[in-house]
């Protein structure tokens, strides 16, 4: 379905990015002068290596139909729950999704002779995505990278414009 494959995608590349901001943390570590907080540095890159692979595993699992990926993606969804707002509606959404008859039929890995008449029923009302569906989780995944961008700028910014201030004076 479409709206699985959305997500193996997000997936893959949220948790590529998660993993490259982990490294990245990494090399800062490494390449800087101060030793006092390396610890926690690594454990921070620890943290965002792990979630980036947990990530990456599931857009696989996902990709790939098989249930663990669909058991991964309702962990990393109730996780999302506390990334208020959107991150709250858009696992609302993917939780809602997870659960319905003919996505856990989807993800039970069963052959299609293995299927009764009335699973195949509900696997193919799974299999027709709501196009309506899949323009609100997009806008709402756009509306939430719209936020996150903005957060960054208002804690960017005002570094930066102190910085500037230094170096004329």
């Given amino acids: 379905p479409g709206l699985v494959t959305l997500l193996a995608i997000l997936d893959l590349v949220g948790g590529a990015l998660v993993a490259f901001v982990g490294v990245a943390v990494v090399v800062v570590a490494v390449a800087s002068s101060d030793r006092s907080d390396v610890m926690v540095t690594l454990l921070v890159a620890t943290f965002y290596?792990?979630?980036?692979?947990?990530?990456?595993?599931?857009?696989?699992?996902?990709?790939?139909?098989?249930?663990?990926?669909?058991?991964?993606?309702?962990?990393?969804?109730?996780?999302?729950?506390?990334?208020?707002?959107?991150?709250?509606?858009?696992?609302?959404?993917?939780l809602v999704y997870m659960f319905k008859s003919g996505t856990k039929i989807l993800f039970s890995e069963k052959t299609a002779d293995e299927l009764t008449p009335a699973e195949t029923s509900e696997v193919a009302r799974a299999l027709q995505s709501s196009t309506g569906t899949v323009v609100i989780v997009v806008s709402l995944v756009v509306l939430l990278g719209v936020a996150m961008i903005g957060v960054i700028a208002a804690i960017a910014i005002p570094s930066l414009l102190r910085a500037r201030v230094a170096a004329n004076e």
């Fill in 49 to 94: 290596l792990a979630l980036g692979l947990v990530q990456i595993a599931t857009g696989i699992g996902l990709w790939r139909l098989r249930s663990w990926g669909r058991l991964l993606q309702i962990a990393m969804s109730c996780l999302g729950l506390l990334g208020i707002p959107c991150g709250t509606v858009i696992s609302i959404l993917i």
